[in-house]
């Protein structure tokens, strides 16, 4: 079993940049694939970003590529979002999630992980 703790949420103006942490708990974090959603008021959860394993493949939304990087780091149990060149419309609770795989899969959905964390408030003002 997986705990997830987010941080690095925060306000910032439209252009600005924000990296969000994720610690998680227990021995086999690497064993876990780690992804980003967020949710605004009002919508859907959306996906944001997902990593692989071992942290050498990674996918995004439509919305966040070529502006969000996830990355992390097996040694100190962590996965970050840097979020940069930030729009009002990325205004949203962050979530990590994580899920145990086996194999090579790195889901993209919601509904495919398993543990997820608190979240974290991100707010972009225009």
């Known amino acids: 079993q997986v705990q997830l703790v987010e941080s690095g949420g925060g306000l910032v103006q439209a252009g600005g940049s924000l990296r969000l942490s994720c610690a998680a708990s227990g021995r086999t974090f690497s064993s876990y694939v780690m992804g980003w959603f967020r949710q605004a008021p009002g919508k859907e959860r959306e996906f944001v970003a997902a990593i692989s394993k071992g942290g050498t493949r990674t996918y995004y939304g439509d919305s966040v590529k070529g502006r969000f990087t996830v990355s992390r780091d097996n040694t100190k149990n962590a996965v970050f979002l840097q979020m940069n060149s930030l729009k009002p419309e990325d205004t949203a609770v962050y979530s990590c999630?994580?899920?145990?795989?086996?194999?090579?899969?790195?889901?993209?959905?919601?509904?495919?992980?398993?543990?997820w964390g608190q979240g974290t408030q991100v707010t972009v003002s225009s």
């Open positions: 999630a994580g899920v145990f795989r086996g194999g090579w899969e790195v889901p993209v959905t919601a509904d495919a992980y398993d543990y």
